[in-house]
């Protein structure tokens, strides 16, 4: 396993989650890194995407301004950081590594985290 995502669980509209992925075995500080989601019944979506020094983001229309994408490349590691979650929150949350300095709904992936569960209930 190359991408460990963590940080998911069962919360209450309204509450807070902070999502971690980290990296194993190989560093990605040079990639642009990304959080995909997957709600139930529903395709893999493009959530938030971070440059490779973290000075430029893109989010997803559904995430803008209640969630924020960070990373510590001294740690391997990319947050993101879930406010006010709301029912339509719910999914499984995904990790990814870009194959190029950025990330984008529209950029090549090749390493994926396994995804962790965030459940959302009112």
């Known amino acids: 396993v190359q991408l460990q995502a963590s940080g998911g669980g069962l919360v209450q509209a309204g509450d807070s989650l902070r999502l971690s992925c980290t990296a194993s075995?190989?560093?990605?500080?040079?990639?642009?890194m990304a959080w995909f989601r997957q709600a139930p019944g529903k395709e893999r979506e493009f959530g938030a995407g971070?440059?490779?020094?973290?000075?430029?983001?893109v989010y997803a229309d559904s995430m803008k301004g209640r969630f924020t994408i960070s990373r510590d490349n001294a740690k391997n590691t990319v947050y993101l950081q879930m406010n006010n979650l709301k029912l339509e929150d719910t999914a499984v949350y995904y990790c990814?590594?870009?194959?190029?300095?950025?990330?984008?709904?529209?950029?090549?992936?090749?390493?994926w985290g396994q995804g962790t569960q965030v459940t959302v209930s009112s």
């Open positions: 990814a590594a870009s194959v190029a300095a950025l990330a984008g709904p529209g950029s090549v992936y090749r390493y």
């Open positions: 075995r190989r560093t990605f500080s040079n990639n642009g």
């Open positions: 971070i440059s490779w020094n973290g000075a430029s983001t």
